[in-house]
């Protein structure tokens, strides 16, 4: 069966603090990892795609990147403003060119000033 | 960039009410749209695919008759709860993907609360 599993639940990081979030998956067919960011009482918003291992993808201060099992997110001296949900999500190898995703239940991270 | 628009934000119903959730793309047309429930803490769990001009693809356990899709163009999807219950009051969001070499765009959500 196919599964996402995201750890740790929450983080809680000082501001300046570095960090990982891991995203572990099993998929028959991996056809994209994604990462989004959703804030409380809002939409994910779209952050990376990777899709073969050894790819890595940079934005400001977060970093991804995949192997055959697992997906890292890596934050660089977070500030306040990085507080929020992290989703990891795949897309498997079905579902035709419109595949859904399948999401994992996210990482909750807090960063205090 | 590519924007899908959903509205309402928000919305209360009372008990045996239906209610009508929308989802626009505003600057790319969506062959499909995915709508997905959310509850607290819980990872977002697809619903359905909207297919345009052709019925939806309901996910196991979703019932069809509750959650009717409609897709009756490139840009509109709607999602309505047809007698609504306390259970049903969640987070919807819907989904597009602009093309494949972007990633899938979300709605801003709907919280529903039915009372």
């Known amino acids: 069966e196919d599964q996402v599993t995201q750890s740790p639940e929450a983080l809680r990081l000082q501001e300046g603090e570095s960090s990982s979030l891991n995203c572990s998956y099993t998929?028959?067919?991996?056809?994209?990892l994604f990462w989004y960011r959703q804030d409380p009482g809002k939409g994910p918003e779209f952050l990376f795609t990777?899709?073969?291992a050894g790819e890595e993808k940079e934005k400001e201060r977060l970093k991804a990147t995949l192997t055959k099992k697992e997906s890292f997110l890596h934050i660089t001296a977070p500030k306040p403003e990085d507080s929020a949900t992290y989703l990891c999500?795949?897309?498997?190898?079905?579902?035709?060119?419109?595949?859904?995703?399948?999401f994992g239940k996210g990482t909750k991270l807090s960063v205090k000033p | 960039g590519a924007v899908v628009s959903q509205h309402p934000s928000w919305v209360i119903c009372k008990s045996g009410t239906s209610v009508k959730i929308e989802c626009r793309s505003l600057?790319?047309?969506?062959?499909?749209m995915f709508w997905y429930r959310q509850f607290p803490k819980q990872s977002l769990m697809l619903m359905a695919t909207s297919n345009e001009g052709s019925k939806a693809t309901y996910e196991q356990g979703v019932e069809k008759d509750k959650f009717l899709i409609n897709h009756a163009s490139l840009t509109l999807s709607t999602l309505t709860v047809t007698s609504a219950h306390p259970e049903d009051s969640s987070f919807y969001i819907c989904?597009?993907?602009?093309?494949?070499?972007?990633?899938?765009?979300f709605g801003s959500g709907t919280r529903l609360t039915v009372v």
């Open positions: 600057d790319f047309q969506a062959t499909t």
């Open positions: 998929v028959s067919g991996l056809r994209g």
């Open positions: 999500a795949v897309r498997a190898n079905y579902g035709g060119s419109q595949g859904n995703l399948i």
């Open positions: 990777l899709y073969s």
């Open positions: 989904s597009a993907r602009p093309g494949d070499s972007y990633g899938y765009t």
